[in-house]
């Protein structure tokens, strides 16, 4: 029981940090672009499915498409999305210039990680709140005792006290990074 609450929160840490790689830090990062999606062919692509990204420098993303006929679809999901860049476009390839930071950017920047780690603590209560309905349940349905309800009860809450330090650790690293120039 406590081992997939556990791995549970720890997906739930693992998607918080994937979304946290989306945010711009001022470096080119691949990742950043983790989040586009685009209709190829009627269906909804990431574009890493669709492009090969790579980082020739520390300040440019380059978008080379395995089909060439996807540039305008590219570029038009780039420039839609909220990554705040624009794409240029050289006839083969797309690329993306990574701005330095200013300092309301960084703000800006640091409240989307903020709001993405609550989203992540939600997920963590969520499944605290789902486990202890499930021991709840047990307990009526006389599978557990009343005392190993509670010693149940306990470990989950102690294991969401770790992963939400865990959680705020992760976020504290990430608003660290942004605010470091």
Not at 17 to 22: I, V
Not at 68 to 77: K, T, W, Y
């Amino acid at each position: 029981m406590s081992i997939d609450v556990e791995a549970r929160m720890q997906k739930a840490i693992e998607s918080t940090q994937s979304n946290f790689n989306t945010v711009r830090t001022g470096r080119a990062n691949a990742a950043l672009l983790d989040r586009i999606t685009l209709e190829y062919y009627g269906t909804p692509t990431p574009l890493k499915s669709l492009a090969n990204i790579s980082t020739p420098d520390s300040s440019t993303l380059l978008i080379q498409p395995f089909d060439r006929s996807v540039m305008a679809a590219i570029e038009r999901a780039i420039s839609e999305s909220d990554i705040g860049l624009t794409p240029n476009n050289d006839g083969g390839s797309i690329r993306l210039n990574i701005p330095a930071l200013t300092a309301d950017r960084r703000k800006e920047l640091v409240k989307t990680v903020a709001k993405l780690a609550e989203e992540g603590k939600v997920s963590i209560r969520n499944i605290r709140r789902d486990a202890i309905d499930t021991i709840r349940k047990q307990e009526k349905a006389k599978e557990l005792s009343e005392d190993e309800a509670k010693k149940q009860q306990e470990s989950v809450e102690k294991l969401t006290e770790k992963y939400i330090k865990k959680l705020d650790q992760v976020t504290a690293d990430k608003e660290k990074e942004l605010s470091t120039l």
